[in-house]
Nanobody, 125 residues
Framework: QVQLVESGGGLVQPGGSLRLSCAAS????????MGWFRQAPGKEREFVAA????????DYADSVKGRFTVSRDNARESVKLQINSLKPGDTAVYYC??????????????????WGQGTQVTVSS
């Protein structure tokens, strides 16, 4: 059974940092592109970042470029999202997702096959 479990969310002040993790029970993990999405109250789920199966390709939403970094550890079957210089507009539930194609980067959430339950990130002073 495929499982994606996010962790690392919390309450942080503007300008702070968080490191989100997603533990995956997908094998072989390297055959999946992994994505991060977020959804704020009353808004649609939006793309944040994605990384190819070998970690060699990355894509970021313009709103997070330069502040967020996606990485993966295929040996540990995990993907991380380092988020820096947080802004109140980054407040959302953050989800990781898996797409069964390791070569392409996808921004459309409909392209992804599996989803985690999400972790809340709240940026507030």
């Amino acid at each position: 059974q495929v499982q994606l479990v996010e962790s690392g969310g919390g309450l942080v002040q503007p300008g702070g940092s968080l490191r989100l993790s997603c533990a995956a029970s997908i094998r072989p993990f390297s055959t999946y592109t992994m994505g991060w999405f977020r959804q704020a109250p009353g808004k649609e789920r939006e793309f944040v970042a994605a990384i190819t199966g070998d970690g060699g390709g990355r894509d970021y939403a313009d709103s997070v470029k330069g502040r967020f970094t996606v990485s993966r550890d295929n040996a540990r079957e995990s993907v991380k999202l380092q988020i820096n210089s947080l802004k109140p507009g980054d407040t959302a539930v953050y989800y990781c997702a898996a797409k069964a194609n390791p070569f392409l980067l996808h921004r459309d959430p409909l392209e992804y096959d599996y989803w985690g339950q999400g972790t809340q990130v709240t940026v507030s002073s």
